[in-house]
């Protein structure tokens, strides 16, 4: 072999080989990492890189192209280097919903199915134990025959107590703070109506021991679920309603019926269109999240439910809540870790805050329901939303200003 | 040389008038008021200018 | 193929005739296509008052179903059918046994590489052959005229793979989201003839454009010629603002009622919201993406070159297209501010998606990319000071300039806020760091920016002067003029970034226009003065073209490598915010792939993307390096280089 015999040629061969391998080497490490969560990928680039520069430098006639190659691949790294450094996160598509486009064509049951899934999260999760759908009813309503509601009525046998509650003179010479829907809509005549009532302005009446706190039952805690942040939709309250009627084994009025009753007690210009999500988060029928993190911090506090139950200090309308402990947690928080009855592992304010959302029944403060809180914050708030109460509430001490929440 | 200094002095009091009056005019044009901080609580009150 | 043509002068004239009547022709085309079009809108008018006459008249006919267009509200009888629901399955969603999301992704940025490459490429060659046709004198003229089919050159191999690749996305779309496809055409079919009539025009006027260059050099037919690049152009944004409908389309749906049922007129689904913002800024980013690419060209031919003359031809080439990138990188952003204005206006949440959600992190990573852009854009300019006699004049100045691009920089990219876990939350006290958190807000980012545009210019301003003394009599305040006017404006950008720290965030927010408009008064006022400064200057000698140093080349392979990975990036934002919709809100991606990636597997993506761009370009280039290299070395010779100041360009 002759030209083994040139030792310049031999020692390009070599150089030659060594490139090779490199690229080889690089291309195995993209084929092993290509969806690994690794931030290998740019590594792979980074070979490339020295592999390119290699070859540029032995064979002189590409040259000029291998080292403007190499260059522009450690450009390319860089920056995918740079991208794999930051916080990675990937975003899920919501879990699908059939659009109710048409729910005049469901069968009753279908109807009611698809009820028991917007109250329940899904259908058949009616017996299952902090189950919460869309309309997010669970978080204050129980429904068994057998249970007490702590902050609202059961709703077991709601369809008969309905026809009831209408005739009471109670209710129709009402005192509360709203005492029609709207103007001219009037009140309700029916069971059916009452129920269409009820949902689309909770204050219009407001059952025996319910009301906010200190407003003597002239206010109801209730948000109208029209409206934001929960948006069921007239066809989707018809399906709720449907399910309320059929699960007690009694017959659903007609969807039309129903229709008809809700119309009365929502104006024209205030029906969520049986939209497909489009206007984000906690609108139309797409999105579990209670939040996207990007509010305020007083409207992030009310859309993730926190001010239905809590005081927090420093954010207005959230003064009211009596279910759970007033959130001086800096204050507190201390103090609870410390306690015989505290089952958790937060050493931190933040870390037990954060444990509090994750799993509420670790630690139950005194004088306070067990199970009340739900459990599942955790799987409906993302992360920055999170973030932010964990870092808000942190800094609130008793006796202390809370910090100012518009710059946080 | 006097008229170095002259000069010297005329330009960079036009700068810098032009960038205040770019400052003023921009914040004006879009409803804000430039001089926020330098105004008293008083005239805050009552709206700014 | 230059050589053809010689010496036939009677094939020239024949040549240029058949050129303007294939040109005449190929106009027409799209408007004796667009009759059966116009005849089928009749046809639905008539439908219309049809079913009109007969519901007054009360009989009994089979209903027209009647839709409501989603975005702009207009009723339409339904004309097509609804948005298919597909599910997870092998008929909606072929797949080989690899993501198909990843393959569409490739064939499509492949496409937009290289077909915006050609869109941009006769712009500019118009521009250039049109200096050309109007400078007197003669050398200069001929220069530029080689510059510009050196040009065209280039993008003639890049034409059939922009086709080629827009075959393969085609297919690649048909094999693999049949079911979106399918419905995609429904809607568009009659655009979409148009586009491929229009590409076939467009071909026929760019071979005639290229192949006729030498024929059609003189008198009338250069300006024949010339027409025809018009036409091509005219052609090439048809061509790419009915692509961008179908792009936009899938943003931001029009056309349709909400069930995704076609309502008949196809203009609406055309002109939806945000189509009109996204042709603007493509055509601006295309500019800047094909300056990049040839200026790389240019880079590689002056780093392989063999004597002076090719490295001096070279050289100035890399410099002039670098020249336009940067001229159009400077409306970039106020083109992508209108975008986003739209965006919102569109659907508030889309705005937030990108802007403060999923995508944000990809806004940071952009302005990486921008910082870095102008950083090398001085660098280059300081590099090329060296082929000018005189420049030691400002090399001082260049120490301070670095220093302030990269304090600027450093705080341009720094985050306002972090994702941190509650320990690391704890050890820095809050959200934001106690004193770096204070360079992340955008107070001091918009400062930072702008004292960076601010630093380019000048540095610009500097190239221009530093082989010239000004012999105007008033030169001496001219000077001083230049000298009050950017301290000022430093100050005064410095001292608004400063400012809106002491008031409420609802003021601070205007801050931002007057810091902008403090950077465009230095741009306009300085350049103003400066090229006044300039007439008639006594040159220190000649810009000696070729000499510049092999580091100043590479800056321009990091320009086109970042503009390539920024056009990557911003597609892939632009694409993404769609989230887990084909057609948003109309028609959802029910394929496995509905999920946005991590932003690192992004990155790798348009990495990869962007390296593969580059080796089939380099394939492209090495064609355009074939057969022609003695060509370029005569004209090297040909054109006198002294009388090339860089403020001519």
């Given at each position: 072999?002759?030209?083994?015999?040139?030792?310049?040629?031999?020692?390009?061969?070599?150089?030659?080989?060594?490139?090779?391998?490199?690229?080889?080497?690089?291309?195995?490490?993209?084929?092993?990492?290509?969806?690994?969560?690794?931030r290998?990928l740019p590594v792979?680039l980074g070979?490339?890189v020295?592999?390119?520069?290699?070859?540029?430098?032995?064979?002189?006639?590409?040259?000029?192209?291998?080292?403007g190659a190499a260059f522009m691949i450690f450009v390319a790294a860089a920056f995918a280097g740079f991208s794999n450094w930051l916080p990675q996160t990937?975003?899920?598509?919501?879990?699908?919903?059939?659009?109710?486009?048409?729910?005049?064509?469901?069968?009753?049951?279908?109807?009611?199915?698809?009820?028991?899934?917007?109250?329940?999260?899904?259908?058949?999760?009616?017996?299952?134990?902090?189950?919460?759908?869309?309309?997010?009813?669970?978080?204050?309503?129980?429904?068994?025959?057998?249970?007490?509601?702590?902050?609202?009525?059961?709703?077991?046998?709601?369809?008969?107590?309905?026809?009831?509650?209408?005739?009471?003179?109670?209710?129709?010479?009402?005192?509360?703070?709203?005492?029609?829907?709207?103007?001219?809509?009037?009140?309700?005549?029916?069971?059916?109506?009452?129920?269409?009532?009820?949902?689309?302005?909770?204050?219009?009446?407001?059952?025996?021991?319910?009301?906010?706190?200190?407003?003597?039952?002239?206010?109801?805690?209730?948000?109208?679920?029209?409206?934001?942040?929960?948006?069921?939709?007239?066809?989707?309250?018809?399906?709720?309603?449907?399910?309320?009627?059929?699960?007690?084994?009694?017959?659903?009025?007609?969807?039309?019926?129903?229709?008809?009753?809700?119309?009365?007690?929502?104006?024209?210009?205030?029906?969520?269109?049986?939209?497909?999500?489009?206007?984000?988060?906690?609108?139309?029928?797409?999105?579990?999240?209670?939040?996207?993190?990007?509010?305020?911090?007083?409207?992030?506090?009310?859309?993730?439910?926190?001010?239905?139950?809590?005081?927090?200090?420093?954010?207005?309308?959230?003064?009211?809540?009596?279910?759970?402990?007033?959130?001086?947690?800096?204050?507190?928080?201390?103090?609870?870790?410390?306690?015989?009855?505290?089952?958790?592992?937060?050493?931190?304010?933040?870390?037990?805050?954060?444990?509090?959302?994750?799993?509420?029944?670790?630690?139950?403060?005194?004088?306070?329901?067990?199970?009340?809180?739900?459990?599942?914050?955790?799987?409906?708030?993302?992360?920055?939303?999170?973030?932010?109460?964990?870092?808000?509430?942190?800094?609130?001490?008793?006796?202390?200003?809370?910090?100012?929440?518009?710059?946080? | 040389?006097?008229?170095?200094?002259?000069?010297?002095?005329?330009?960079?009091?036009?700068?810098?008038?032009?960038?205040?009056?770019?400052?003023?005019?921009?914040?004006?044009?879009?409803?804000?008021?430039?001089?926020?901080?330098?105004?008293?609580?008083?005239?805050?009150?009552?709206?700014?200018? | 193929?230059?050589?053809?043509?010689?010496?036939?002068?009677?094939?020239?004239?024949?040549?240029?005739?058949?050129?303007?009547?294939?040109?005449?022709?190929?106009?027409?085309?799209?408007?004796?296509?667009?009759?059966?079009?116009?005849?089928?809108?009749?046809?639905?008018?008539?439908?219309?008052?049809?079913?009109?006459?007969?519901?007054?008249?009360?009989?009994?006919?089979?209903?027209?179903?009647?839709?409501?267009?989603?975005?702009?509200?207009?009723?339409?009888?339904?004309?097509?059918?609804?948005?298919?629901?597909?599910?997870?399955?092998?008929?909606?969603?072929?797949?080989?046994?690899?993501?198909?999301?990843?393959?569409?992704?490739?064939?499509?940025q492949?496409?937009l590489y290289?077909?915006s490459?050609?869109?941009a490429?006769?712009?500019?060659?118009?521009?250039?052959?049109?200096?050309?046709?109007?400078?007197?004198?003669?050398?200069?003229?001929?220069?530029?005229?080689?510059?510009?089919?050196?040009?065209?050159?280039?993008?003639?191999?890049?034409?059939?793979?922009?086709?080629?690749?827009?075959?393969?996305?085609?297919?690649?779309?048909?094999?693999?989201?049949?079911?979106?496809?399918?419905?995609?055409?429904?809607?568009?079919?009659?655009?979409?003839?148009?586009?491929?009539?229009?590409?076939?025009?467009?071909?026929?006027?760019?071979?005639?454009?290229?192949?006729?260059?030498?024929?059609?050099?003189?008198?009338?037919?250069?300006?024949?010629?010339?027409?025809?690049?018009?036409?091509?152009?005219?052609?090439?944004?048809?061509?790419?603002?009915?692509?961008?409908?179908?792009?936009?389309?899938?943003?931001?749906?029009?056309?349709?009622?909400?069930?995704?049922?076609?309502?008949?007129?196809?203009?609406?689904?055309?002109?939806?919201?945000?189509?009109?913002?996204?042709?603007i800024h493509r055509i601006l980013g295309n500019m800047v993406f094909g300056g990049g690419i040839v200026a790389a060209?240019a880079a590689?031919?002056?780093?392989?070159?063999?004597?002076?003359?090719?490295?001096?031809?070279?050289?100035?080439?890399g410099y002039?297209a670098m020249f336009i990138a940067v001229a159009f990188l400077i409306p970039l952003p106020f083109a992508g501010y209108y975008l986003m204005r739209?965006v919102?206006?569109?659907?508030?949440?889309?705005g937030?998606t990108l802007m403060g959600g999923l995508l944000a992190w990809l806004f940071i990573i952009q302005a990486v990319l921008i910082g870095a852009l102008f950083l090398t854009t001085n660098y280059y300019l300081w590099q090329g000071m060296e082929?000018?006699?005189?420049?030691?004049?400002y090399q001082k100045y260049i120490k301070y300039m670095t220093f302030v691009l990269i304090v600027c920089f450093l705080v341009w990219l720094t985050p306002h806020t972090m994702v941190m876990?509650?320990?690391?939350?704890?050890?820095m006290?809050?959200q934001q760091h106690p004193v770096v958190g204070n360079y992340g807000v955008m107070s001091a980012k918009n400062g930072a920016v702008n004292i960076i545009i601010t630093t380019t210019v000048l540095s610009f301003l500097l190239y221009q002067?530093?082989?010239?003394?000004?012999?105007?009599?008033?030169?001496?305040?001219?000077?001083?003029?230049?000298?009050?006017l950017f301290s000022v404006a430093f100050v005064n950008i410095i001292w608004l970034a400063i400012y809106g720290y002491?008031?409420?965030?609802?003021?601070r927010v205007g801050l931002s226009v007057p810091q902008v408009v403090s950077t465009l008064s230095c741009l306009f006022?300085g350049m103003?003065?400066?090229?006044?400064?300039?007439?008639?200057?006594?040159?220190?000698?000649?810009?000696?073209?070729?000499?510049i140093s092999v580091r100043s080349q590479y800056a321009l392979f990091m320009l086109a490598t970042s503009f390539t990975w920024m056009m990557g990036l911003m597609g892939y934002i632009r694409s993404s915010v769609?989230?887990?919709?084909?057609?948003?809100?109309?028609?959802?991606?029910?394929?496995?792939?509905?999920?946005?990636?991590t932003i690192g597997f992004a990155a790798n993506m348009i990495s990869f993307n962007v390296l593969?761009f580059w080796?089939?370009?380099?394939?492209?280039?090495?064609?355009?390096?074939?057969?022609?290299?003695?060509?370029?070395?005569?004209?090297?010779?040909?054109?006198?280089?002294?009388?090339?100041?860089?403020?001519?360009?």
């Amino acid at each position: 072999m002759d030209f083994l015999k040139d030792k310049k040629l031999l020692f390009r061969l070599w150089i030659g080989l060594l490139a090779l391998g490199l690229v080889v080497l690089a291309i195995t490490n993209y084929r092993v990492n290509f969806y690994g969560n690794s931030r290998l990928l740019p590594v792979s680039l980074g070979i490339f890189v020295t592999a390119t520069f290699l070859l540029g430098i032995y064979f002189q006639k590409v040259r000029v192209v291998m080292h403007g190659a190499a260059f522009m691949i450690f450009v390319a790294a860089a920056f995918a280097g740079f991208s794999n450094w930051l916080p990675q996160t990937i975003g899920e598509p919501p879990p699908f919903e059939e659009k109710i486009a048409d729910i005049s064509t469901m069968s009753t049951q279908e109807l009611a199915d698809l009820g028991e899934k917007l109250i329940f999260g899904a259908v058949g999760a009616s017996t299952v134990k902090g189950s919460i759908g869309k309309g997010q009813c669970p978080l204050c309503h129980v429904f068994g025959s057998s249970e007490h509601g702590e902050r609202a009525p059961n709703m077991y046998g709601l369809p008969d107590r309905s026809e009831k509650i209408v005739k009471l003179d109670e209710y129709q010479n009402r005192d509360t703070v709203q005492t029609v829907a709207f103007d001219g809509s009037g009140i309700a005549e029916s069971g059916l109506e009452y129920m269409a009532e009820s949902h689309a302005c909770p204050n219009c009446y407001v059952s025996p021991g319910f009301g906010k706190g200190g407003t003597n039952d002239r206010e109801s805690p209730m948000p109208a679920i029209h409206k934001s942040p929960i948006n069921l939709t007239i066809d989707e309250m018809v399906a709720i309603d449907t399910w309320s009627y059929i699960r007690e084994g009694l017959e659903a009025p007609s969807v039309d019926e129903m229709r008809v009753a809700y119309e009365k007690f929502i104006p024209e210009d205030e029906r969520p269109q049986a939209s497909s999500g489009a206007d984000g988060e906690g609108e139309g029928g797409e999105s579990q999240l209670y939040a996207t993190g990007d509010e305020p911090l007083p409207k992030l506090f009310e859309k993730a439910q926190c001010t239905v139950c809590h005081v927090i200090p420093g954010i207005p309308d959230a003064d009211e809540g009596d279910f759970g402990p007033e959130l001086y947690v800096k204050t507190n928080a201390p103090k609870r870790m410390k306690d015989k009855n505290y089952t958790g592992s937060a050493s931190s304010v933040e870390a037990y805050i954060l444990e509090s959302i994750l799993d509420p029944n670790l630690y139950i403060v005194p004088d306070f329901d067990e199970d009340l809180m739900p459990e599942d914050f955790g799987t409906g708030l993302n992360a920055k939303t999170v973030f932010r109460i964990v870092n808000y509430l942190s800094q609130l001490e008793k006796g202390k200003d809370p910090p100012n929440h518009e710059e946080m | 040389m006097a008229k170095d200094v002259m000069m010297t002095i005329v330009l960079f009091a036009a700068s810098i008038a032009y960038f205040t009056f770019i400052n003023w005019w921009l914040m004006d044009f879009q409803g804000l008021d430039y001089w926020y901080m330098f105004r008293s609580g008083a005239e805050l009150s009552s709206g700014g200018h | 193929m230059k050589r053809l043509f010689e010496g036939r002068m009677r094939n020239k004239q024949l040549l240029s005739w058949l050129a303007v009547g294939v040109l005449v022709g190929a106009l027409l085309l799209p408007l004796v296509i667009s009759i059966p079009l116009l005849a089928e809108e009749f046809e639905d008018a008539a439908l219309e008052q049809a079913a009109f006459a007969e519901e007054t008249l009360g009989e009994d006919v089979p209903a027209q179903e009647i839709g409501y267009d989603v975005h702009y509200g207009d009723e339409g009888i339904v004309q097509g059918p609804p948005a298919p629901v597909t599910s997870d399955n092998e008929n909606d969603y072929p797949r080989y046994n690899f993501e198909s999301r990843v393959i569409i992704w490739v064939a499509n940025q492949q496409h937009l590489y290289y077909g915006s490459f050609v869109l941009a490429v006769p712009i500019f060659v118009m521009i250039i052959e049109f200096i050309g046709m109007v400078t007197k004198d003669r050398a200069m003229a001929q220069k530029y005229d080689t510059l510009a089919y050196d040009f065209i050159k280039i993008s003639i191999t890049a034409y059939s793979i922009t086709a080629i690749l827009g075959g393969v996305l085609v297919f690649t779309f048909m094999i693999l989201y049949p079911a979106f496809w399918t419905y995609m055409t429904k809607i568009f079919h009659p655009a979409m003839h148009i586009y491929v009539l229009l590409f076939l025009a467009e071909s026929g006027t760019l071979y005639i454009y290229y192949y006729g260059w030498d024929a059609m050099r003189e008198g009338l037919l250069k300006w024949v010629h010339l027409s025809m690049a018009v036409f091509l152009n005219v052609f090439g944004t048809v061509l790419m603002m009915l692509a961008n409908s179908w792009a936009t389309f899938m943003m931001s749906p029009a056309g349709v009622d909400a069930e995704g049922q076609y309502l008949g007129n196809i203009w609406l689904a055309v002109h939806n919201h945000l189509w009109n913002p996204v042709n603007i800024h493509r055509i601006l980013g295309n500019m800047v993406f094909g300056g990049g690419i040839v200026a790389a060209y240019a880079a590689y031919r002056f780093l392989s070159a063999k004597n002076d003359e090719e490295r001096a031809h070279y050289d100035w080439m890399g410099y002039v297209a670098m020249f336009i990138a940067v001229a159009f990188l400077i409306p970039l952003p106020f083109a992508g501010y209108y975008l986003m204005r739209e965006v919102y206006a569109y659907r508030q949440q889309m705005g937030i998606t990108l802007m403060g959600g999923l995508l944000a992190w990809l806004f940071i990573i952009q302005a990486v990319l921008i910082g870095a852009l102008f950083l090398t854009t001085n660098y280059y300019l300081w590099q090329g000071m060296e082929r000018m006699r005189g420049a030691e004049r400002y090399q001082k100045y260049i120490k301070y300039m670095t220093f302030v691009l990269i304090v600027c920089f450093l705080v341009w990219l720094t985050p306002h806020t972090m994702v941190m876990t509650p320990t690391e939350l704890k050890e820095m006290g809050g959200q934001q760091h106690p004193v770096v958190g204070n360079y992340g807000v955008m107070s001091a980012k918009n400062g930072a920016v702008n004292i960076i545009i601010t630093t380019t210019v000048l540095s610009f301003l500097l190239y221009q002067r530093c082989n010239k003394i000004p012999t105007v009599p008033w030169a001496r305040y001219g000077n001083i003029a230049l000298w009050a006017l950017f301290s000022v404006a430093f100050v005064n950008i410095i001292w608004l970034a400063i400012y809106g720290y002491y008031i409420p965030a609802n003021v601070r927010v205007g801050l931002s226009v007057p810091q902008v408009v403090s950077t465009l008064s230095c741009l306009f006022i300085g350049m103003t003065i400066n090229l006044f400064m300039m007439r008639g200057a006594k040159p220190t000698g000649p810009v000696e073209w070729g000499k510049i140093s092999v580091r100043s080349q590479y800056a321009l392979f990091m320009l086109a490598t970042s503009f390539t990975w920024m056009m990557g990036l911003m597609g892939y934002i632009r694409s993404s915010v769609r989230l887990h919709w084909h057609v948003n809100e109309i028609m959802r991606d029910n394929s496995p792939w509905a999920f946005t990636h991590t932003i690192g597997f992004a990155a790798n993506m348009i990495s990869f993307n962007v390296l593969f761009f580059w080796v089939t370009l380099l394939f492209v280039f090495w064609l355009g390096s074939l057969g022609t290299k003695k060509a370029v070395v005569e004209k090297g010779r040909a054109a006198p280089v002294a009388a090339l100041a860089p403020s001519t360009n």
